[in-house]
C-alpha cells in the first residue's frame, strides 16, 4: 500500500455525475490543482494542502482525506455510498422492495 493511499476511497461525482474513486492523497492533489481557480475558496486551499502534505508524509493521509471529502461535500461532488444508493433505489411508495 503506497503511503499517501486512503483506507477506503473518497467517490465525487465528475464530469455528467460520473463516479470517481479518489484513492489516495496524490490523486485528490491531482484533482484540486486541476479545479479552476474562478471556483477556489478556503476549503479548497485547505484540502489542496493537506493532500501534498499526505504526499510528503507531513500528515497522515486519513487527515488529507477527511479534508478533501469535506471540501467535495460542500460542492455537492460527495457521491452517496453504493448502499445507500442500492436502498434508495429498491425504496418505493410501499417501503423496501
Keep these: 500500500m503506497p503511503p499517501d493511499e486512503f483506507e477506503r476511497p473518497v467517490v ?3 464530469g ?8 489516495s492523497a496524490m490523486e485528490a492533489y491531482m484533482f484540486l490543482v486541476d ?11 485547505f484540502a ?8 510528503r508524509g507531513e500528515i497522515e ?3 488529507a482525506k477527511g479534508l478533501f471529502a469535506a ?4 460542492h455537492d461532488l460527495l457521491a452517496l455510498e453504493a448502499g445507500v444508493l442500492v436502498g434508495r433505489r429498491n425504496a ?3 417501503g423496501i422492495a
Design 92 to 94: 418505493g411508495s410501499h
Design 12 to 14: 465525487i461525482l465528475t
Design 16 to 23: 455528467l455525475g460520473h463516479p470517481t474513486a479518489i484513492c
Design 48 to 55: 489542496l494542502k493537506a493532500s501534498l502534505a499526505a504526499v
Design 71 to 74: 471540501w467535495a461535500e460542500k
Design 61 to 63: 493521509p486519513e487527515t
Design 35 to 45: 479545479w479552476p481557480k474562478s471556483q477556489r475558496d478556503t476549503a479548497h486551499a
